[in-house]
């Protein structure tokens, strides 16, 4: 039986050392630990999709996802740096291209179909977003002690974002197996007398969206990222406005270019008692419903780590660390 005062010292040294090993890993998990990898390159691979004037479902416009047309899908790339100004704050610069694509003929809706325009763009995006974490990602064990395997975490990350960015578009059509561009063609009278300024091929943007993350190493995650981009012109399917005078287009900008303006139908009960829902001054697009675009990407995020000191004690203690932000 051990003497009463042994005892007391034995339990301070036991307890003395759970404190000591939680406070370790509290250090870890809610110090200034993560400043050593507070950098990351962001590489993502995904898909592309317009939400405009153009294609959409079998009924009228309608705004937001709710007109989403998957047949017009398209790939998507971006390249990213994010730096941590904060433990769950982030700010990210990123550049995107993907393609946007849509087409009048895949919907029943019976103005868009006799329509029928179609339009294709690649689309450069770049932009500067801030990051909130509400969940840090983990990879290893909660407690790193010699010989006892411990708790295991494997938290998953969650982020929301949002920011202000510019993008580069381009929109063309095709004509007897060719693609034209449709800007110089003023398709809308864009340049003619009566007839609107021509629109420009860059825009202001907003992109917003959500993420989640999951540590597959010390250095390396990946995840999903959902991303809504809000621009501030109508002209990225090359359609916004009214329709102009077919001849006075033929006139100034050749033959390809009165087709492109008016390839409709020509037929359907939106032509019975002699209407032409094509006419000039008729409706050609929504110049109040700005356009906008979806990127659904998979992410590759690489840490950048750096030591606050060149002792090897402070570097083997990083590398011996089994928990990762």
Not at 6 to 26: D, E, K, N, P
Not at 60 to 75: A, H, K, M, N, V
Not at 125 to 139: F, M, P, V, W
Not at 229 to 258: H, Q
Request: aromatic share 16%.
């Amino acid at each position: 039986m051990l003497p009463s005062f042994t005892r007391q010292a034995l339990f301070t040294v036991l307890f003395g050392g759970m404190i000591a090993t939680s406070a370790s890993a509290q250090y870890f998990r809610q110090s200034s630990y993560w400043k050593t990898h507070r950098q990351e390159v962001t590489i993502g691979f995904g898909i592309s999709n317009f939400l405009g004037e153009l294609g959409g479902r079998n009924q009228i416009g309608s705004p937001f996802l709710w007109d989403l047309e998957l047949s017009q899908t398209r790939p998507a790339v971006s390249l990213g740096y994010r730096y941590y100004v904060r433990r769950k704050q982030a700010l990210r610069l990123n550049f995107t291209y993907g393609i946007l694509a849509g087409n009048d003929n895949l919907t029943e809706e019976p103005f868009r179909n006799n329509r029928n325009l179609s339009f294709k763009t690649d689309l450069f995006e770049g932009a500067i977003l801030y990051e909130l974490h509400l969940y840090r990602e983990e990879l290893g064990h909660v407690y790193d002690l010699r010989g006892v395997k411990g708790t295991k975490s494997s938290r998953a990350g969650f982020y929301l974002f949002a920011g202000v960015g510019g993008c580069y578009f381009d929109p063309r059509a095709q004509f007897n197996n060719a693609w034209v561009r449709l800007k110089p063609l003023g398709t809308e009278g864009q340049g003619l007398e009566g007839g609107p300024e021509e629109y420009s091929n860059f825009s202001l943007t907003i992109p917003m969206g959500l993420g989640v993350r999951k540590a597959f190493s010390r250095q390396w995650s990946g995840g999903l990222e959902l991303q809504y981009t809000k621009t501030f012109t109508d002209y990225i399917d090359d359609v916004s406005g009214v329709y102009f005078n077919n001849e006075a287009i033929r006139s100034a900008n050749g033959e390809i270019a009165a087709y492109l303006a008016d390839p409709s139908l020509g037929t359907g009960p939106l032509y019975e008692g002699g209407l032409n829902p094509t006419a000039a001054g008729q409706q050609r697009g929504d110049p109040d419903d700005l356009d906008a675009y979806l990127f659904l990407k998979f992410h590759l995020h690489y840490k950048m780590y750096q030591y606050r000191s060149k002792s090897n004690k402070y570097r083997y203690r990083i590398r011996r660390q089994k928990i990762v932000f």
